[in-house]
């Protein structure tokens, strides 16, 4: 079942520049120019692409505070911007540097309002914030003044708050910004188990690709307002033309090595950097280099995923 | 167009249980089909939501106490020194207005005891939202499915009720141990000083409402509030009585809104307005309270629409 649906969607704003003393100069910028994609219900969605890509703008049409230009915007079988407030029964949203929590009172006074707006039936409220605060450890922080929480652990009790309702949807808008590496650990688990367990569909925006790596089946790469990768996370490199490395250590400095199939990127004294295809065996490289050269010792790197994703990037900016 | 809407809400009714319920707001959702009964526990269920916003919110402002107390000390020193500086005035001038020094007195008590409740300088919820329209968490103000001005006027009023006890009994107090004051004895004035009082909030939220959505258009409301500050304390009565401002500037102080929020409770508690006198001072504030809560609802509606079309 298809439980977010774009078809076509725009958005386009109008800036307005000056142009000399009094005159001002309108110019349309595209924030999302010609967005189609499907999201079935319980996918766990990856949403990736530079500042300004159009990421934002999607998540707040898809949210229902900004209205498409024009196209065709389905979350939950709701139109986003016509109902916003029966929309808001259904999704779950979480901004990492924003926060929906009451800033001056104790964790729990929030959770009890979010009973009230959502109007959480007291045995699912009950049952809900029991296993967000086992498997979120907000045990001991449900009486602290969300003000004295540390950044984890008011992302945490965010979390918490974005999910008493039950949201067939959660957006998750860069949920690991600025955390520590044991904070991102425990977010990044228990969102695994929110889209395990529950079924919840996820659609995560972030630019730490751990995230990607570790939750996401799917990842789509937008690029000035279009999607420019939809697919698994492997995918992305063959997509990518990403390539290894070949580093080898020879006995003495020496020139570039020439050999078929891949390119000296790096010299450093007797240590050099060969780049060659990805989809490619490192093997016949090696014999080759062995066979001609003094090798002393030898290692191939694979490609990390952010390279990738940055060629990506570079690559629609150019073309 | 409304039928495919419904046609594909349906299809998800059935994961959804509470479709059709009225929204918090008080609107049907799914306009036309529930019955009475299902209305009254919508009403009802948005009732408790929003009485949970205004504890909240008066919780939020008792966890600041060192500073609660400064405030009542500055309102009560400011009292002190206003006071002396009425008896001077009715002294050179006895009966000026159609006050005696007592009453002038008091009114200067009262005043001060009234000052941060109905917010006659701007504040409360205000500073709130200016500071989510800089940051930009007036986003998740929108997707929220609460009536943004009804969340705020929740909001304001849990604050008005607690800043009506922590900042006006302090200076009612001191006044009355230290001047001769007149207090009503019957309880009933009492009665009908606090329901003016309330709707001196409402009002004063209603104008500071407005001001706070010119942020949708300014980004920052903060010069219009500093214009607004001169013009609030001049006319609700706060420097000087109403009754005092000469001519027509008299007669504009007193139909124009902000009367509401000093002026009006003030004279009913010093019983300068009584019988059918206490109803039209009531009506005048509920007249107002109407008009810019209207006022403060179409301007949201325009605002949100700006937002929504437009961009933020």
Known sequence: ?????????????????????????????????????????????????????????????????LVPSSGRLRVAGVDPARERARLARRIGVVFGQRTTLWWD??????????????????????????????????????????????????????????????????????????????????????????????????????????????????????????????????????????????????????????????????????????????????????????????????????????????????????? | MDTSVEAAADTSAQLRPERGEPGPDGRPEGAGRQDIGRQDAGRRQAGRLYLAIAQGAFRRYSTYRAATVAGAVTNTVFGFILAYTFLALWQARPGLGGYDSVQAVTYIWISQSLLVTVAVWGGGFQDEVQERFRTGDIAIDLYRPVDFQGWWLATDLGRAAFHLFARGVLPTLAGALAFSLTLPADPLVWAVFLLAVLLAVVVSFGLRFLVSLTGFWLHDSEGIRAVMLVVAMFFSGMLLPIGLFPGWLGELAHVLPWAALIQIPTDILLERRSGFAVLTGLGFQLLWAVLLLAAGRAAQLLATRKVVVQGG
């Open chain 1, 1 to 65: 079942m298809t439980l977010i649906e774009l078809q076509d969607v725009r958005r386009s704003f109008t800036i307005r520049t000056k142009a000399g003393r009094l005159r001002r100069e309108k110019r349309e910028v595209h924030a999302v120019d010609g967005l189609t994609f499907g999201i079935d219900a319980g996918e766990c969605v990856g949403y990736i692409g530079p500042n300004g890509a159009g990421k934002s703008t999607t998540i707040k049409m898809l949210t229902g505070i």
């Open chain 1, 105 to 319: 009172l104790p964790l729990r006074d929030s959770y009890e309002l979010a009973r009230r707006i959502y109007r959480i039936p007291d045995a699912r409220y009950r049952a809900n914030l029991d296993r967000c605060v086992e498997l979120l450890d907000l045990g001991g922080l449900l009486d602290t003044p969300v003000r004295q929480l540390s950044l984890g652990q008011r992302m945490r009790g965010d979390l918490a708050a974005a999910l008493l309702h039950d949201p067939q949807v959660l957006y998750l808008d860069e949920p690991t910004i600025g955390l520590d590496v044991v904070s991102k650990a425990r977010v990044r688990e228990f969102l695994r188990e929110v889209n395990t367990d529950q079924g919840t569909t996820v659609l995560l925006t972030t630019h730490d690709l751990v995230d990607i790596e570790q939750l996401c089946g799917r990842v789509m790469v937008i690029d000035h307002g279009r999607v420019v990768y939809d697919g698994s996370l492997d995918g992305l490199h063959a997509a990518g033309q990403s390539e290894r490395t070949l580093v080898v250590d020879l006995a003495e400095a020496g020139p570039a090595i020439e050999v078929a199939g891949a390119r000296v990127v790096r010299v450093e004294g007797p240590r050099q950097w060969l780049a060659f295809p990805a989809e490619e065996s490192a093997a016949p490289i090696v014999a080759a280099v062995a066979d001609r050269y003094p090798l002393v010792d030898l290692s191939v790197r694979e490609p990390a995923i952010e390279d990738v994703i940055a060629r990506m990037y570079a690559e629609v900016a150019i073309g």
